[in-house]
Every structure is written in structure tokens, then in C-alpha cells.
């Protein structure tokens, strides 16, 4: 607006219009009364905040950089450091949500103190998508990038990549864990459930539903059933059927659930509603 205000100021104007625009910029307006300034197109800010949910007191706030906008966290305590938990934050760059794209996206690693009052940022690794979720696994690290579904471990410079799954469609949304199982939620196409085979180092996907749902959260509500809810304001209860939950798990190479393919490149096993 203060670039507009000079702008469109004539010869004579110009010296008027530099001050107006000048106190224009300058001016500290409450947020109570004319509320908070609302980003550009394409503009972000985020902060990671440490606090003490009770008492409500901030022990640590982090700011990330101009533009750059935290999308995911998860806890994760990786196998080879058992005595210290890690933050992990999924962040975007430049990020435009429709048509989705963002310039960079980045993993932080931050190592929490024992006293939970602290956190430190050991490093970021790049990523090529926005990662939308995140979530600890059995000592390392789910991440969605992406339509990618992909598993890190803890480096000494940055995380490192172990495998990686490319058949969920569109965009990964959600991604939660029990025991062995992993339940992947695209952003509409519903609920994938994954298991990782760690003798191929593989992440398998072993069953899927048979419609498509445009996820917004979901929630775990055992090993065989998810709670899922979409867009359109519907909830749902997918369950996987016992007698094929133990076929599954009976299969000891993972062949029957790599290689049994149902029909238009779908899972081997559906979820029934």
C-alpha cells in the first residue's frame, strides 16, 4: 500500500507521499483494536514454542525464517541414541497451496533436554516435497513427502533416507503407528495400512479401502480400525476383517502382500466400513 501511495503521487506530490507513506509504516496500530496483519499471497511465518501446557508458561520459543511455514511434528526417540528424544519438525518454503508447491522443504532434527525446558537445532535435512506428517516408528522416522512415503534414521549432519514407498496417489496427510503396523492416510484417497519388512527393507502396502475418502484427520482406534474423517464433514470406521489381519501377518516373506495385487493396481486386502 505504501508503494502504491508513491506511486501514484504526481512530480509535485512526490515529497508528501514519501512522508505519508514513511508514517504510514511506521505506525504501530493495537492488535485489539484493528486485529492482527494478515499475510501477503505466498507469505508465512511460524515459531516452534516450548511450553508448559498447566501453567501455561513459554520455556523456549524458536522462530523460523520469513517464509517458511512448520506443517508436521513428531517426538521420536531413534534406536541408536534410546536416552534422548528428538523433535522433529516438517517445514515448507515458499509454500502455495493451490496449484500445492513450495521451493524447499526441510526436516529439523531439534534435541530436547531432559528437563524438557530446552531445545537445540542439530540439523535439517532437505527434502523435495512438502512433508505434510511425520511419526516415530519402532526407533526412526516416518515421513510423507509428498505423495512419498519414506523412512529415516539419525545421522550426524542430517537424517538418512533408508527406503521409501511410491504407490499412495495423490498426498500423505496423516501417518500413525501401531507395533508393527503403519496406517497412511492420503488426502483422497483414503486409508493405506503399511507394514515394513526390515529383511527386504521394504514398506509394503498390504491393504486399502475400497472408497475414496478426502481425509483430514484420522485416529487409530486398534490394530485392525481406523477413524477417519473427511472434508464433507463424515465420519468414518474402516476395520480391517480379523481372518485376513492373520493372513497377513502369517505370511512370513511378505511375497503374498507384495506381489497379490487386487484389481486396477489395488491392494491385495480391503477395509470394509
Known amino acids: 500500500m505504501a508503494e502504491e501511495m508513491r506511486e501514484a503521487a504526481g512530480e509535485e506530490e512526490q515529497e508528501l507521499a514519501r512522508e505519508m507513506a514513511d508514517a504510514f509504516l511506521n505506525e504501530d496500530l493495537p492488535e485489539n483494536i484493528f486485529s492482527a496483519p494478515k499475510a501477503g499471497h505466498g507469505m508465512w511465518a511460524s515459531t516452534v514454542r516450548l511450553m508448559d501446557p498447566v501453567m501455561g508458561v513459554t520455556h523456549q520459543q524458536h522462530r523460523l525464517v520469513q517464509n517458511e511455514a512448520a506443517m508436521s511434528i513428531a517426538l521420536v526417540k531413534f534406536h541408536n ?4 528424544w528428538y523433535l522433529i519438525v516438517g517445514v515448507a518454503k515458499d509454500l502455495q497451496l493451490n496449484p500445492r508447491q513450495c521451493s524447499q522443504g526441510f526436516l529439523d532434527t531439534y534435541r530436547l533436554d531432559p528437563h524438557c525446558r530446552n531445545i537445540e537445532l542439530l540439523h535439517r535435512t532437505p527434502v523435495d516435497e512438502v512433508p505434510y506428517a511425520v511419526c516415530a516408528y519402532n526407533g526412526r522416522l516416518l515421513a510423507g513427502v509428498g505423495r512419498m512415503l519414506r523412512m529415516y534414521d539419525m545421522g ?17 496427510v496423516s501417518i500413525q503407528a501401531m507395533g508393527k ?15 515394513y519388512k526390515r529383511a527386504e527393507n521394504q514398506l509394503i502396502i498390504f491393504a486399502d479401502d475400497t472408497h475414496p475418502r478426502w481425509i483430514t484427520c484420522t485416529s487409530v482406534l486398534d ?4 477413524a477417519t474423517a473427511d472434508k464433507f464433514g463424515n465420519i468414518s470406521i474402516v476395520r480391517l476383517p480379523p481372518n485376513i489381519s492373520d493372513d497377513v501377518d502369517e505370511d512370513p ?6 506381489w497379490d495385487r487386487g484389481l486396477l493396481n489395488g491392494a491385495s486386502q480391503k477395509q470394509t466400513p
Open 253 to 258: 516373506t511378505g511375497n503374498k502382500s507384495l
Open 81 to 84: 541414541s534410546v536416552d534422548t
Open 181 to 195: 503396523r503403519i496406517y497412511v492416510a492420503d488426502v483422497q484417497e483414503s486409508v493405506y495400512m503399511v507394514r
Open 223 to 226: 490394530y485392525e480400525t481406523v
Open 156 to 172: 550426524k549432519k542430517k537424517l538418512l533416507r533408508k527406503c521409501e514407498n511410491k504407490h499412495i496417489p495423490n498426498l500423505i
